[in-house]
């Protein structure tokens, strides 16, 4: 019978305890994930008030969901990581959502920009905010949203009507709070093709777009129609172009700084170029630089 020294037992358990461990980072068993974080855009035919706040009557809501597609955010803000110290990136962030209008566009009365949670339903209460747990649930959340934006569509046979209902804004995408308030800024793009990216939501690009200002907002808060009522437009319209199918792409930004996204998307706005890389780096080398910040 072959004998060991104490040593060499040691060494044989470390090396098989080496060898399990490297099992283990390579992943064990995989189960079902029962919900997602994503970002989507969804379309209903019923008004954006109703979803707020559903009538005493109604049974259902007419929920007509996208496909929930999500994108990374675009390649744009990856210059915060060329331009700004740690601290400060981690005080912006951004996303990108995306949805369609598959029916009859002129049905469609109300439409929704949302970050968070879908799938099986986990409503936690203390997150609650004024639209009702039955409406998010329609649209497929599991739980109260990050952000969402409710727009209602209004369209004529040459123009496109856009009015703010509802935002919520109970947390930020940014990996920090800083100082618990962020400036948003939306650039909001129909087009005939998906869109992929925030710098493809160009003139070009787009039947309809529209820069949307949110201004600076506290984490943690909803706001009602009547303190967004700046958020309007009126966007012309070809005469054969609200037909479906119709892709919907939002990109949102939300920073630190007093109105450096909406500096950024109005700049590309400007050169109608939708160059978002160009005019960010541009803006975070003279705006920002890369000195130390206090500010939390």
């Excluded at 912006?92 to 959502?97: C, D, E």
């Excluded at 630190?256 to 700049?267: D, I, Q, R």
Aim: charged share 20%; net charge negative; proline share 4%.
């Amino acid at each position: 019978m072959r004998s060991y020294s104490l040593i060499s037992l040691l060494f044989m358990a470390m090396v098989a305890s080496c060898a399990s461990s490297n099992a283990q980072s390579r992943g064990g068993s995989v189960t079902e994930a029962t919900t997602r974080h994503t970002s989507f855009i969804v379309t209903s035919t019923n008004t954006c008030s109703d979803i707020v706040t559903p009538p005493d009557n109604e049974t259902g809501l007419s929920l007509l969901i996208a496909p929930l597609v999500s994108f990374a955010a675009d390649s744009v803000f990856g210059a915060i990581n060329a331009y700004v110290d740690q601290r400060k990136k981690d005080l912006n962030g951004a996303f990108l959502a995306s949805g369609a209008i598959m029916q009859n566009p002129g049905n469609v009365n109300c439409i929704g920009i949302v970050r968070g949670t879908i799938g099986e339903a986990n409503f936690n209460d203390r997150r609650k905010g004024k639209i009702p747990q039955p409406s998010l649930q329609a649209l497929g959340l599991s739980d109260y949203p990050d952000f969402m934006l409710l727009l209602n569509l209004n369209s004529s046979g040459d123009s496109l009507e856009i009015t703010a209902e509802h935002l919520r804004y109970a947390s930020t995408s940014a990996r920090r709070n800083g100082s618990s308030q962020k400036n948003v800024a939306v650039v909001l793009g129909f087009s005939k093709t998906p869109i992929e990216s925030a710098s493809g939501i160009t003139k070009d690009s787009t039947i309809a777009r529209a820069p949307i200002n949110l201004g600076k907002l506290s984490i943690g808060r909803y706001y009602e129609a009547d303190t967004l009522t700046d958020v309007s437009f009126g966007l012309p319209l070809g005469n054969d172009d609200w037909k479906a199918p119709i892709s919907i792409t939002a990109s949102v930004v939300e920073s630190e700084e007093p109105s450096l996204a909406l500096t950024v998307l109005s700049k590309a706005w400007e050169d109608n170029k939708g160059d978002f890389q160009t005019a960010f780096e541009e803006l975070l080398k003279s705006a920002l630089g890369s000195d130390d910040d206090d500010s939390n």
